[in-house]
Nanobody, 117 residues
Framework: QVQLVESGGGLVQPGGSLRLSCAAS????????MGWYRQTSGKQRELVAT???????NYVDSVKGRFTISRDNAKNTVYLQMNSLEPEDTAVYYC???????????WGQGTLVTVSS
């Protein structure tokens, strides 16, 4: 069993910043990649950013230059620093973990980010 606990969502004005955190615990084996996805009502979940076990990062074009993903391997925690937030960033953000060797994947419960004045 792997548990992912997210925190850091909330209401912020356009142009503001938020930092999301996701702590993983449980039976985690071998190298892992972690990432953030987001979903709005009626739409498919979309990838926001990922980070591999070797700290290679990938971002969706719409957040490049504004969001930064990072991780603390000692704590099995991944962060998403979100700057210059726009109303279009409003969504439920989900943390994802991928065990690279087994391809096992786990999801967090989601945290709501609302960007509104």
């Amino acid at each position: 069993q792997v548990q992912l606990v997210e925190s850091g969502g909330g209401l912020v004005q356009p142009g503001g910043s938020l930092r999301l955190s996701c702590a993983a615990s449980g039976s985690i084996f071998g190298p892992i990649a972690m990432g953030w996805y987001r979903q709005t009502s009626g739409k498919q979940r979309e990838l926001v950013a990922t980070i591999t076990d070797t700290d290679n990062t990938n971002y969706v074009d719409s957040v490049k230059g504004r969001f930064t993903i990072s991780r603390d391997n000692a704590k099995n925690t991944v962060y998403l620093q979100m700057n210059s937030l726009e109303p279009e960033d409003t969504a439920v953000y989900y943390c994802n973990l991928l065990q690279i060797l087994t391809r096992f994947t786990a999801w967090g419960q989601g945290t709501l980010v609302t960007v509104s004045s």
